[in-house]
């Protein structure tokens, strides 16, 4: 069977450590309204778009290699289901060949019958391919 939740790639010409601390600074490249840390295992760190907000918790980390945070608390004040997001994962993979670092990001639980699919969708596609992709080559993330 087929895994539904939503993934994109992006690559860029750096290292595995600079695709790491790039995810890291969350700020930068999808937050701007950002509380705590997202650097370390057991992290925790809060973004904020308006009265919407996420919580998450990094629940793994392999330097270099993989970064999972899961959502722990979240408002998503246009949603039936305002906490949709809660125990869902947003797993960033991290792999380099030829010096060219790619990211396998995965928001584990974002599928097609959830409500908030198509909204995420876009939202993901901004700031993935979109803001991160952008800090990793021109050092310039585009956050809200």
């Given at each position: 069977?087929?895994?539904?939740?939503?993934?994109?790639?992006?690559?860029?010409?750096?290292?595995a450590?600079?695709?790491?601390?790039?995810?890291?600074?969350?700020?930068?490249?999808?937050?701007?309204?950002?509380?705590?840390?997202?650097?370390?295992?057991?992290?925790?760190?809060?973004?904020?778009?308006?009265?919407?907000?996420?919580?998450?918790?990094?629940?793994?980390?392999?330097?270099?290699?993989?970064?999972?945070?899961?959502?722990?608390?979240?408002?998503?004040?246009?949603?039936?289901?305002?906490?949709?997001?809660?125990?869902?994962?947003?797993?960033?993979?991290?792999?380099?060949?030829?010096?060219?670092?790619?990211i396998?990001?995965?928001?584990?639980g974002?599928?097609?019958?959830?409500?908030?699919?198509?909204?995420?969708?876009?939202?993901?596609?901004?700031?993935?391919?979109?803001?991160?992709?952008?800090?990793?080559?021109?050092?310039?993330?585009?956050?809200?």
């Amino acid at each position: 069977m087929k895994n539904k939740d939503f993934t994109c790639s992006i690559t860029a010409n750096v290292t595995a450590e600079e695709a790491t601390e790039a995810i890291s600074q969350v700020w930068v490249w999808w937050a701007k309204d950002f509380t705590g840390r997202a650097e370390k295992l057991d992290d925790e760190f809060t973004v904020r778009f308006g009265e919407t907000f996420v919580t998450f918790n990094i629940t793994e980390l392999v330097p270099n290699t993989r970064v999972v945070w899961t959502a722990t608390d979240c408002y998503l004040p246009w949603l039936n289901d305002k906490t949709e997001w809660t125990g869902t994962k947003l797993i960033f993979g991290i792999s380099t060949e030829n010096d060219q670092t790619t990211i396998n990001f995965r928001h584990q639980g974002l599928v097609p019958d959830v409500e908030c699919y198509d909204m995420c969708v876009k939202g993901w596609t901004q700031y993935i391919p979109g803001s991160l992709l952008k800090l990793l080559r021109d050092g310039v993330g585009q956050p809200s």
